[in-house]
């Protein structure tokens, strides 16, 4: 079983910046694909970075320049720097690790980018 905890959200003003962290935890022992998600109010998930075991990277096109997405393979955590925060990038942040075509998810933690 994995296990993700998220932290590291909160409020912020437009043009803020924010560090997200997600810890894994459990069974794991190799370097799993994990990546960033998030959910805003009344849409559906969508994905806002990934990292794989090679270390490649993909962004969405809305956060491509702002966010960075890194990892810590020995601490099994990922980070994602977001900056230059726009108000559409409030939502729930969500953590996922794919482990053998299964899919583990964190808590999520929540994003505000309002005046």
């Known amino acids: 079983q994995v296990q993700l905890v998220e932290s590291g959200g909160g409020l912020v003003q437009p043009g803020g910046s924010l560090r997200l962290s997600c810890a894994a935890s459990?069974?794991?022992?190799?370097?799993?694909?994990m990546g960033w998600y998030r959910q805003a109010p009344g849409k559906q998930r969508e994905l806002v970075a990934a990292i794989l075991s090679g270390g490649i990277v993909n962004y969405a096109d809305s956060v491509k320049g702002r966010f960075t997405i890194s990892r810590d393979n020995a601490k099994n955590t990922v980070w994602l720097q977001m900056n230059s925060l726009k108000p559409e990038d409030t939502a729930v942040y969500y953590c996922?690790?794919?482990?053998?075509?299964?899919?583990?998810w964190g808590q999520g933690t929540q994003v505000t980018v309002s005046s």
């Open positions: 459990g069974s794991i022992f190799s370097i799993y694909p």
């Open positions: 996922k690790l794919t482990r053998h075509e299964n899919n583990y």
